[in-house]
């Protein structure tokens, strides 16, 4: 591949969808010299729309059609790109139509969720999934490599306390994330470390209970709209606490070699990512009450356990020839681990 190519990441703002892809495209860049674009989708897919094109995903034809007449734009130099990659559906649902319309390979981070997975190219996910398209399975969802700190934790006194938002999954009440605070708080001052409370834009706002104890222990509060850098944030600790619904920062942390706990509302229940993390110890589970109780356990996962799966089946890919689709054949449920 020359440096003259390059890869579209295609993303709609949202950072739990971005981060996987630019991951993914840092790799690339890296391993085989292409240089890579965000392009932001200048519109919001309703829910509407994003149902009735994953039904159209299974039509080829009628999809390339509805979105000729959905999609009245399209990034620069989409003809001369290698690759699209994305991840979350309404993303997908856009990269998709331009895969087909331009015959370019398309990557796709994320669970499918019943979209037409022979419009894709490569699933990549820390889950085997039962589609058609090949999958690479990494340990974790794919994490850049600036939250593979080189400073170590052990080292390191502080504390951060990362909130997601309620979902279906995880109904997290305002009442939930106030006694989340309170916990934390009890938490950094028991074990003198500085500590920090950073808000999602899903995250409710806090109650003034809560910002009055953040103030009166010194605990930053960093809200969405604060410009910071989340790995240079969780490089500063040795302790992370991530709430359950929030798939990339949980991963992102596993990645920096600390103390991570997946906070949740019930013990006893959890989901298969979960399960996978505690079996490979890349986590600790604690409801809110038992927040505080954590061992002195650090994440063991090293850089090259997603890198080099990842390198190894994209070369294989390519040099197959699969990148520039020579070849239509598809083998059911292929994985790659």
Request: glycine fraction near 4%.
């Amino acid at each position: 591949m020359g440096s003259n190519t390059s890869v579209i990441v295609i993303h709609d703002g949202r950072k739990g969808h971005l981060n996987p892809s630019l991951a993914v495209a840092e790799i690339i860049q890296e391993k085989y010299s292409l240089g890579f674009q965000a392009f932001q989708l200048p519109i919001t897919l309703s829910k509407k729309w994003v149902s009735l094109f994953k039904k159209f995903s299974n039509f080829p034809i009628f999809y390339k059609f509805l979105g000729q007449l959905f999609f009245k734009f399209e990034p620069t130099g989409i003809q001369q790109t290698e690759i699209i990659i994305c991840s979350g559906m309404p993303n997908l649902i856009y990269a998709a139509y331009l895969a087909q319309k331009y015959q370019i390979p398309l990557l796709y981070v994320g669970n499918l969720r019943k979209f037409n997975e022979n419009l894709i190219d490569l699933s990549i996910t820390a889950l085997a999934q039962n589609v058609n398209c090949k999958q690479i399975i990494l340990p974790t969802p794919p994490v850049s490599a600036h939250f593979a700190t080189q400073l170590k934790a052990q080292e390191q006194h502080e504390a951060v306390l990362l909130l997601g938002g309620s979902t279906s999954d995880y109904p997290f009440s305002k009442q939930d994330y106030s006694d989340m605070i309170q916990e934390f708080a009890h938490f950094v001052s028991i074990h003198q470390l500085k500590g920090s409370v950073i808000c999602s834009r899903r995250t409710p706002d806090l109650d003034p209970k809560s910002l009055d104890l953040l103030r009166a222990q010194q605990i930053d509060h960093i809200d969405p709209h604060q410009k910071f850098t989340m790995s240079e944030k969780l490089a500063q600790c040795k302790y992370i606490f991530v709430t359950e619904d929030s798939i990339t920062m949980l991963s992102e942390a596993i990645h920096t070699g600390a103390i991570v706990t997946s906070v949740c509302l019930n013990e006893a229940k959890t989901d298969e990512l979960i399960e996978k993390y505690l079996n490979y110890q890349y986590i600790q589970r604690k409801s809110i009450a038992h927040l505080g109780q954590v061992v002195e356990h650090y994440s063991p996962i090293k850089r090259t356990d997603m890198v080099t799966p990842l390198v190894q089946q994209l070369d294989r890919l390519y040099f197959q020839g699969h990148f520039h689709k020579v070849t239509n054949s598809r083998k059911k449920n292929k994985a790659y681990a």
